[in-house]
Structures are given as structure tokens and as C-alpha cells.
């Protein structure tokens, strides 16, 4: 049972175009949501969250979008550059401190 | 430098012959954990602990076990490798839980078990 699904295994955008990454999740528990980028032969890195009682949270170019009644969530990348380029991981947290992560997006910025 | 550092980050192995995988912060952390990375899986936790001496089953714990005897400190351990624990495995490490968000990964440890 997969509570947290990124449905789109790769995206490609052109470079200083905007770049929107979904999540969607079916877990009502769930108390944060968080996005991590990964590069090939690196650990992930922490990009930003949002606690599951806001529906925004801006840091620099990229902003995430919750949708409670939707159970969604987006990251938006803004504008969009080549060192963007990598696996993007939406997690989601419980109060006992487990993780959930999604199965990753890949996404490829065009020049 | 902050970091979490993984070793061995590379191994092949052989199926029952045990071995461990080391991880240590160097940020004061209590929250730290494992998980592994596996081809149309993504990342699974397979266990985690808050603080010394207290450790929880992530989401695949199943073959695996782990000690915080240190805080420094979270080794995970397999007793008798299977070929089904080929993967990519990350320790992490945070301030306090990880609701905040920001866990700090290791570089990761590809494990091949024949």
C-alpha cells in the first residue's frame, strides 16, 4: 500500500521555465511533507516542507503547494536552471517519527 | 565539516556471511536512521532511533538490525545477508525527529549480496 505516490517518473522542462512536481498521498495522519533532491552517487538533500496545517511555504525559487482536501502536494521551481536537474523525493512524516517517501521524480532541465 | 559518513561504501558479500555497515555524525544529532533505495521503490526506512539506547522498526526492518549504544553511533547490522538486501543504503541523521524536515543523509553504501 503505497501512502505516498509520485506518479510521474521523470519530467523534462526548459531551462528558466517553471517546473512543478506532484505528490499525492492518502494518509490523513500525516504531519509534515517534504521534498528532497538527490544527484547520482550523492545522499539526498533536504529542500523544503510544509506542516499539514499550511497550504504554503516559499524558499527562494522553490515554493510547495498542500492541498489537504485533495490530499496533494507540489513543489514549484522557479525559474528553473541545469543544476536542477536531479531526483526529486516527496516525503511525508508521522508523529512517531517514521517517513514515508515517494518513489522519486526525475527531472531533466532542458537547455 | 558536518557529516554522516557510511562505511563501507561499496561491498559484495556472500549470502549468510554476516556484516555490518557503520554510520557516525558529527552534529550532536539524536535522531538518526536507515534506509535503503531500491530500482521503482524509492527510499524505504527500515529503522530509526530518537536517543541512545532507543531504537523502532521503520518499514522494512525485516532481516536487519540496528544498536545505539553512542549517539555518535548507529550501525546497521545483517546477521545473514540475503540476495533480496542487494541495495543502496543511507543513514541519516536530524536535530530532533523529523518533522522539521532536515535530515542529514550519508553518501550511501551499495551492498551486493551473491
Known amino acids: 500500500d503505497q501512502q505516498v505516490k509520485q506518479n510521474s517518473p521523470s519530467l523534462s522542462v526548459q531551462e528558466g521555465r517553471i517546473s512543478i512536481l506532484n505528490c499525492d498521498y492518502t494518509?490523513?495522519?500525516?504531519?509534515?511533507f517534504l521534498w528532497y533532491k538527490k544527484y547520482p552517487a550523492e545522499g539526498p538533500t533536504f529542500l523544503i516542507s510544509?506542516?499539514?496545517?499550511?497550504d504554503k511555504n516559499e524558499d527562494g525559487r522553490f515554493t510547495v503547494f498542500l492541498n489537504k482536501s485533495a490530499k496533494h502536494l507540489s513543489l514549484h521551481i522557479v525559474p528553473s536552471q541545469p543544476g536542477d536537474s536531479a531526483v526529486y523525493f516527496c516525503?511525508?512524516?508521522?508523529?512517531?517519527?517514521?517517513?514515508?517517501f515517494g518513489k522519486g521524480t526525475r527531472l531533466h532541465i532542458l537547455p | 565539516e558536518a557529516q554522516v559518513t557510511q562505511n563501507p561504501r561499496y561491498l559484495i558479500t556472500v549470502t549468510g556471511k554476516k556484516l555490518t555497515v557503520t554510520c557516525s555524525q558529527n552534529m550532536n544529532h539524536e535522531y538518526m536512521s536507515w534506509y535503503r533505495q531500491d530500482p521503482g521503490l524509492g527510499l524505504r526506512q527500515i529503522y530509526y532511533s530518537m536517543n541512545v539506547e532507543v531504537t523502532d522498526k521503520g518499514d522494512v526492518p525485516e532481516g536487519y538490525k540496528v544498536s545505539r549504544k553512542e549517539k555518535r553511533n548507529f550501525p546497521l547490522i545483517l546477521e545473514s545477508p540475503s540476495p533480496n538486501q542487494t541495495s543502496l543504503y543511507f543513514c541519516a541523521s536530524s536535530t530532533w525527529g523529523i518533522n522539521t524536515g532536515e535530515l542529514f543523509f550519508g553518501e550511501g553504501s551499495r551492498l551486493t549480496v551473491l
Open positions: 510544509i506542516s499539514s496545517i499550511k
Open positions: 516525503a511525508a512524516t508521522l508523529r512517531d517519527d517514521k517517513i514515508i
Open positions: 494518509n490523513s495522519m500525516f504531519d509534515y
